[in-house]
């Protein structure tokens, strides 16, 4: 993930653009996160770092037929990329490469108001009436599989990844974890303050 995007996204997180809807689950998480750094000044060192960091790459587990994604992501190249790099101009971040089940609930939450409802989020507002565009049953789960397939090819593979390294899932179980325990540690601190 490129570093303008997680510097974008930290300062929605942190100014309550993101984060702050009851059904965003994962964004209540986050915002605590993006609220513990101590200073503006943190934020693009964060985002160097995090975007230092290797790709880790997971298995489609939504299934898909990548075919018709590639049909169907025509109208998202406009943004994204044909090849789903983003487009840093546009404030259109990448997709390929990301696990198709964030995706999904990206997606989902688009089209179902929970992002893009701040009218602080512009780039939120313009991407809302794109995901209901892609309503149409299966598009989001094609889409997601092409972008997978789009990735395995820029990162060199001679075809799509069809099965999960055990290490990078490791690594993503220990980080997913830690990550947990300290939001769960900022949120009950929080509760415990308000109350």
């Given at each position: 993930m490129k570093a303008w995007y997680i510097e974008t996204e930290l300062r929605k997180f942190r100014a309550g653009e993101r984060g702050a809807q009851f059904d965003d689950i994962e964004g209540m998480?986050?915002?605590?996160?993006?609220?513990?750094?101590?200073?503006e000044g943190d934020i693009p060192v964060i985002a160097k770092y995090v975007e230092s960091l290797p790709p880790v790459r997971h298995a489609p587990i939504l299934g898909g037929d990548a075919k018709i994604?590639?049909?169907?992501?025509?109208?998202?190249?406009g943004c994204h990329n044909p090849d789903g790099g983003g487009n840093e101009s546009v404030k259109a971040p990448r997709l390929a490469g990301l696990?198709?089940?964030?995706?999904?609930?990206?997606?989902?939450?688009?089209?179902?108001?929970?992002?893009?409802?701040?009218?602080?989020?512009?780039?939120?507002?313009?991407?809302?009436?794109?995901?209901?565009?892609?309503?149409?049953?299966?598009?989001?789960?094609?889409?997601?599989?092409?972008?997978h397939a789009a990735a395995s090819c820029q990162f060199g593979d001679a075809e799509p990844m069809n099965h999960a390294d055990p290490s990078s899932d490791q690594t993503f179980k220990t980080v997913f974890w830690i990550v947990m325990t300290t939001a769960a540690a900022f949120v009950a601190a929080a509760w415990i303050m308000i109350r």
């Open positions: 998480r986050m915002r605590p996160m993006a609220l513990s750094l101590p200073t994604g590639k049909r169907r992501y025509a109208l998202c190249s696990d198709d089940w964030y995706l999904a609930t990206e997606l989902k939450k688009f089209r179902g108001g929970v992002r893009g409802a701040d009218p602080r989020d512009e780039e939120g507002t313009a991407m809302a009436p794109m995901a209901k565009s892609r309503e149409r049953e299966g598009d989001s789960r094609h889409i997601r599989l092409h972008q």
